[in-house]
């Protein structure tokens, strides 16, 4: 679990918000809770809604119908406050290509009314913190694709936003790449900002949210931390691997009897998993497979996958694609 600054106050509060795309429903009634110094991830395939959520939130389109506040602002009547303390970093690079990392910074630090020595020394910072201070110098087209989601959030950092809304921030990127930004994202955090994150990849979810909300057909549909969405569902994987491979018919009919279940294969001879709720039943099953003289050379019970969890909720996998919302908006 990500650990938290968590002060109680509420950096982002929404009830009922909801947007349409002609005939879409995209988001329906959906309320938030993001404590502040937090990140609150929004969870979902393509087309579930979160980037519209997003956008709402951080006053780029206006909601059909409900009320959200940013850090105490009404996105509808003060909307430009929440402008003035907000960042956001969308699924696509933002910066232009053809300009040095440097030059991006500093003519973004210039539109928002730096002089011309502190743009620069502003952008240098930025540069430094992100690791990119070596390529300041070059065009942003020659970054490979985590340089160019660092210099996307360097851009988004340039007043210093108190809540960042980064939309799917990682997309395409290797996990080496990944890894980077998360990285940065922790970081933030710690100095004190808020991030709503949205994504499709569970590990992300799992490795960087506080609290996540399940985001399906517009709506949620679940929310908490991790453990608990994971605790939900209610069952957990057992795991074994035998001594002798050639026990594993064997093995298998003894789980099938301690655990009424049908156990499942894996591509290692030596491998059989399972899935089952029934504690008292997996405390039973080493001593069984004792009994019927097979040893165990590895054991393991551990909660299911966010991926689980949300094939469990859904019906479905995460990565499954629904409605573009983006181009819909």
């Known amino acids: 679990m990500p650990s938290t600054n968590d002060s109680g106050a509420l950096a982002v509060e929404a009830s009922g918000l909801v947007k349409h795309f002609g005939q879409v429903r995209a988001v329906d009634g959906v309320d938030l809770a993001v404590r502040a110094g937090t990140v609150f991830g929004l969870l979902g395939p393509n087309g579930a809604g979160k980037t519209t959520i997003v956008r709402m939130l951080a006053t780029l389109l206006a909601p059909d119908a409900g009320t959200a506040t940013v850090l105490g602002h009404d996105i509808r009547r003060a909307a430009d406050e929440v402008r003035s303390l907000v960042g956001l970093t969308g699924q696509y690079a933002s910066v232009d290509e053809d300009l040095t990392g440097t030059e991006n910074l500093v003519m ?71 890894n980077q930004v998360w990285d940065v994202i922790r970081t933030l955090v710690e100095d004190g900002a808020t991030v709503l994150l949205t994504t499709q990849y569970l590990e992300e979810a799992d490795q960087l949210a506080h609290r996540i909300a399940v985001i399906d057909h517009g709506r949620v549909i679940a929310e908490g931390t991790s453990a608990e969405l994971k605790a939900s569902v209610g069952t957990g994987a057992v795991q074994l691997r035998l001594v002798d491979p050639d026990d594993r018919p064997a093995a298998e009919s003894v789980m099938a009897r301690v655990l009424d279940l049908t156990p ?40 299911p996958t966010l991926d689980e969890v949300f094939l469990a909720l859904t019906g479905r996998p995460a990565a499954d694609e629904e409605i573009d919302e983006g181009s819909a908006a």
């Open 108 to 178: 973004l630090c210039r539109l928002y009314g730096f002089g011309r020595g502190a743009a620069r020394e502003r952008s240098q910072a930025l540069l430094t913190a992100f690791d990119l201070q070596d390529a300041g110098g070059r065009q942003v087209k020659t970054y490979s694709g985590g340089m160019r989601r660092r210099i996307d959030l360097a851009a988004s950092l340039v007043v210093n936003p108190r809540v960042l809304f980064l939309d799917e921030p990682t997309t395409g990127l290797d996990p080496r790449s990944r």
């Open 264 to 303: 499942e294969r894996s591509a290692d001879p030596a491998a059989l998993s399972a899935r089952t709720g029934d504690s008292a039943a997996v405390a039973q099953l080493l001593p069984a497979l004792a009994d019927a003289g097979i040893a165990v050379a590895e054991f393991s019970l551990g909660q």
